[in-house]
């Protein structure tokens, strides 16, 4: 049944509907990612789904199936990252060029009532950036807007789901 009164999809992330800041090495890996799927991940996908149809009866085909939703999961990176890159702006790594917080940041935060040692590090940037396994604060969310220009030793407050949080800069890096 089709939706009479359609409305914005609220499933659509802020990712989703405004532009990413990727420093130029992740802009430059991203775009390499790219060209090596539209060239050679659809050459070697087509390639497995014609080797796979040659088997026989596509029906009870796991070769056949599993190519072709391995093509299927490309051919959605490769849109993603489309959409991604024609709306990126390029930025300057600024972690701790002036000994604030910026795009790239590695960030050691401690949340008031914590213990001293109780720290939590944050990465500020895009998801596509992520640094190991540090969580990603996007720079225009909350968290990001509230410690971007701050320097170690700063206190600030942002708004969360739960009400408004304090948190401290321990440590700045990248």
Sequence with gaps: MRNPDPQPLAW????????AQLTRDTYDRLQAEL??????GRVEIAAAIES???LGDLSENGDYHAAKDAQGKME???????RLLKTATVVDAEA???GTV???????????????????DFFVGSIEERQGGLTVVSPGSPLG???AGHAVGDVVEYAAPGGTLRVEIVKIGS
């Design 12 to 19: 659509l992330s802020v990712s989703d509907t405004s532009p």
């Design 102 to 120: 910026g795009h790239g940041s590695v960030v050691t935060l401690r949340y008031e009532g914590d213990d001293e040692g109780d720290t939590t």
């Design 52 to 54: 796979a149809r040659a």
């Design 76 to 82: 959605s990176r490769i849109r993603q990252l489309q």
């Design 35 to 40: 060209e090596d799927l539209t060239t050679r």
């Design 145 to 147: 807007q509230a410690l």
């Design 96 to 98: 701790t060029a002036d």
